[in-house]
């Protein structure tokens, strides 16, 4: 028994060395504290910091597909920076993701401000409303590529059918609609989010304050527009920059109903590092294409939470 | 309840109170734990380095659109599973998921042990030095059964290797409406104007449209390569080394002229086809909404099994000629083995057990393909069903003819150049010349990046 206490002790030892001999309690409190961030930072590391950072590190390397890199300095960005189809693609992408998330915006308060209201089958109707949101995109975007196709699709038989055309209309295959129809489908996804986060910054508007307004003989409008929209201005700013970033990363939708055509008409940054990639194997190409989104989402991600921060201090 | 029991119960409790601090201590402790389990795996994966070692015999099977083929092909890998004692799982993966997926089973060090694959994805593993050398089972197969000749000539690399061996071989053919094209009074047609002037007078859109062939970015639209090549535009010297397409002008104007006219005045192809995907061609023709497509055959092998009465209505014939020449190319479909897989031997003889007359017999039953070996060539299916293959298996040019098969042609294949040159004119209204340059600067690119690799 005396071996056994001798031979655990010196290990309690040293783990109170570690938190407590010669510190102060708040030093104590700061190992301890690291202790338990641990974890955390390592899972980080492993998932994120490595992934990470071995992008950045291919993207200064002509790396292929199952071939080894060397250092190539900032070609692949000048490259990059040079060629009119990663210029089409940022264009596009911004395109992409101002338009798409204006729409998922309105149409997001739309829905909140419907489903906000008390009538019969509400509850019904708000489920009814995120079915767009919860379906699989992979479903949700075979779907619309199924409604769009010109020789099998719902709306080219409906626009026949009702004399509106004569020759189907090829939704998908126009370079000046192309961008559209695929934006188009990405807000009918989406815009359930917006409308789900709104709906929920609105049960926190206190109703005396409308009811106030409408005794002072406030509009709809002006009570829209001087109670609800500044009561969701924290919530409003939140969505935008979430739905901004996932906007601006969407590749599923592109990639199932056009793959970036036709010829490059809707083509985006995360369908030319996809074809970058995998389909041209230039792997150090399709990294800088990504590191060199980064500093446009940063500088977004900056203004906006500069303005939620601007927000709170008022 | 007795105060004894209280005590009792007030005791345990204190018993088992910890302290805020001997609280955090365990909290800590149990959180490195769990970071140490979490990242074991990952530092494990990192620091092999290699290939997925293991006693399991991984197999990439093509998924056909042909249930009972797969079936057929599944079953008989499980039965030398079982009579060999090897476990084997496999994979079957639709062929445009192969895109993606070679890619990154190259990069992630995960490829099967053994792969069924056709030549643009034998071209990237092969430049990459990722094949076993499979001589031995193709001498074994050529001394019990065999290879037909194109086979032969399709299958030994330029170095001496054999890194594949042959299942099948394939072509592409023009499959047509041939009720309605005799309707209109037309027969098969003899060049590529012929076909699209036939498809143009017999189309009724829009009911059904002349010219099913995806222009794309997916490798169906990769079959106008053939036109182009019919209308004498090269891309490569005889050498497959130094891009000549620069030099083909006046024949790739022509070309984009019959392209562009058949697509904007005759207006044969449907309205969506810049954008179908790889199901595209054979979903039009299977609904019967296309006159012509390009097929390798597996529309007809899907009206067999599901639409016979559409299967009577169709006809398979060769491909149009151009002004300059015709090419009817020959490939085959392979199979390869990972060069670094423990189990090269096993998937050898695998691969071996693959080749027994009486399997074959039920493969063709089902295959949309054409014989491999001699013996092969006198199977009833092959007289009862699309003969054709058989003929151009013995007569067809090999594939890519007259380029030369390598990495770079393949690149031009999978970057689509001629496809987007249509779509650079149709899509984008960009000029014909314009377009031709910019095909031009392409190949000239891919050609450059390959030389010495």
Redesign the interface.
């Given at each position: 028994m005396g071996t056994s206490i001798s031979t655990i002790r010196p290990k309690r030892r040293r783990l109170s060395f570690l938190l407590t001999e010669g510190r102060t309690l708040r030093q104590q409190e700061a190992v301890l504290g690291w202790l338990l961030l641990t974890p955390v930072l390592l899972i980080i590391a492993v998932l994120l910091i490595w992934p990470f950072s071995s992008a950045i590190w291919i993207s200064f390397t002509d790396k292929a597909v199952g071939r080894d890199g060397n250092w190539v300095g900032v070609s692949n960005y000048s490259h990059l920076i040079s060629s009119p189809r990663f210029r089409l693609a940022l264009q596009n992408s911004l395109t992409f993701t101002v338009v798409g998330v204006f729409f998922k915006y309105l149409l997001g308060m739309l829905m909140a401000l419907a489903l906000n209201q008390a009538f019969r089958g509400r509850n019904l109707m708000r489920a009814f409303f995120l079915i767009p949101w919860i379906l699989p995109g992979f479903v949700a975007y075979m779907t619309w590529r199924w409604l769009y196709d010109p020789l099998q699709g719902m709306l080219n038989h409906a626009l026949i059918d009702l004399g509106i055309v004569d020759y189907p209309f090829a939704f998908l295959s126009s370079s000046d609609n192309a961008l559209w129809w695929v934006t188009l489908a990405h807000v009918w996804r989406s815009f359930p989010f917006f409308g789900l986060a709104f709906l929920a910054g609105m049960q926190n508007i206190p109703q005396d304050q409308y009811e106030a307004a409408a005794m002072d003989g406030a509009s709809v409008w002006q009570r829209f527009r001087d109670i609800t929209l500044p009561g969701l201005r924290h919530v409003s700013l939140v969505v935008i920059l979430l739905g901004t970033i996932w906007t601006f990363n969407a590749f599923e939708p592109v990639y199932l109903l056009t793959q970036g055509g036709p010829s490059d008409a809707t083509l985006v940054y995360t369908m030319l590092a996809f074809d970058l990639g995998l389909v041209r194997f230039n792997l150090g190409q399709a990294s800088a294409v990504s590191v060199l989104m980064l500093p446009l989402l940063g500088l977004f991600i900056v203004i906006l939470t500069t303005l939620m921060n601007r927000g709170d201090e008022e | 309840m007795t105060d004894d029991r209280v005590r009792a119960l007030l005791q345990e409790a204190s018993r088992l109170r910890y302290s805020r601090?001997q609280l955090?201590?365990r909290?800590?402790a149990l959180?490195?734990a769990?970071?140490?389990i979490?990242?074991a795996p990952?530092?494990n994966v990192s620091a092999r380095r290699g290939s997925v070692q293991s006693d399991t015999l991984t197999f990439w099977l093509y998924r056909s659109r042909l249930d009972e083929f797969d079936e057929t092909r599944r079953e008989r890998i499980k039965a030398w599973g079982e009579s060999s004692g090897v476990e084997v799982n496999i994979v079957d993966i639709a062929t445009s998921d192969y895109?993606?997926k070679i890619?990154?089973a190259?990069?992630s060090n995960t490829l099967p042990d053994v792969l069924e694959l056709t030549e643009e994805w034998f071209q990237?593993?092969l430049s990459?030095g990722?094949l076993a050398d499979l001589t031995d089972v193709y001498n074994t197969v050529d001394a019990e059964l065999g290879w037909t000749p194109i086979v032969k000539q399709l299958s030994v690399e330029a170095d001496g290797t054999i890194p594949r061996v042959a299942i099948a071989t394939t072509s592409t053919y023009l499959v047509a409406r041939d009720d309605i094209l005799s309707e209109a009074g037309f027969g098969p047609p003899s060049t590529y104007a012929e076909m699209f002037d036939f498809g143009a007078q017999a189309q009724d859109?829009?009911n059904t449209f002349g010219m099913g062939t995806a222009l794309?970015?997916?490798s169906d639209a990769n079959n106008w390569i053939m036109s182009a090549q019919a209308y004498g535009v090269r891309f490569a010297d005889d050498t497959g080394e130094a891009a000549v397409l620069g030099d083909h002008k006046d024949e790739a104007i022509d070309w984009l002229n019959l392209m562009v006219d058949a697509y904007e005045e005759k207006r044969v192809f449907?309205?969506?086809?810049?954008?179908w995907?790889q199901t595209g061609d054979n979903?039009?023709f299977q609904?019967e909404?296309t006159i012509f497509t390009f097929n390798p055959l597996s529309v007809p092998a899907w009206l067999k099994e599901n639409k016979p009465d559409l299967l009577e209505k169709t006809g398979i014939h060769l491909l149009p000629a151009g002004p300059v020449t015709s090419v009817q190319p020959v490939g085959t479909v392979a199979l390869a083995v990972r060069k670094d897989s423990p189990l090269v031997a096993e998937a050898s003889d695998l691969i071996h057990f693959l080749f027994d007359l009486d399997y074959r017999r039920e493969f063709f039953q089902y295959a949309q393909w054409g014989p491999a070996t001699v013996p092969e060539n006198d199977f009833p299916i092959f007289e009862e069903f699309m003969p054709v293959r058989v003929e151009v298996a013995d007569a067809g040019t090999p594939r890519d003819f007259p380029e030369v098969t390598n990495s770079a042609f393949n690149?031009v294949k999978?970057?689509f150049v001629v496809p987007?040159m249509i779509?650079?004119v149709v899509?984008?209204?960009m000029s014909r010349e314009d377009s031709f340059n910019e095909a031009v600067q392409a190949v000239q690119d891919i050609y450059e990046s390959h030389a010495g690799a």
């Open positions: - | 601090r955090l201590r909290a800590s959180g490195i769990s970071a140490a979490c990242a990952a530092l895109g993606t890619p990154a190259i990069e990237l593993l990459r990722l859109p829009p794309s970015n997916t449907p309205p969506g086809v810049l954008t995907d979903d039009a609904s909404r690149e999978t970057t987007r779509q650079r899509s984008d209204g």
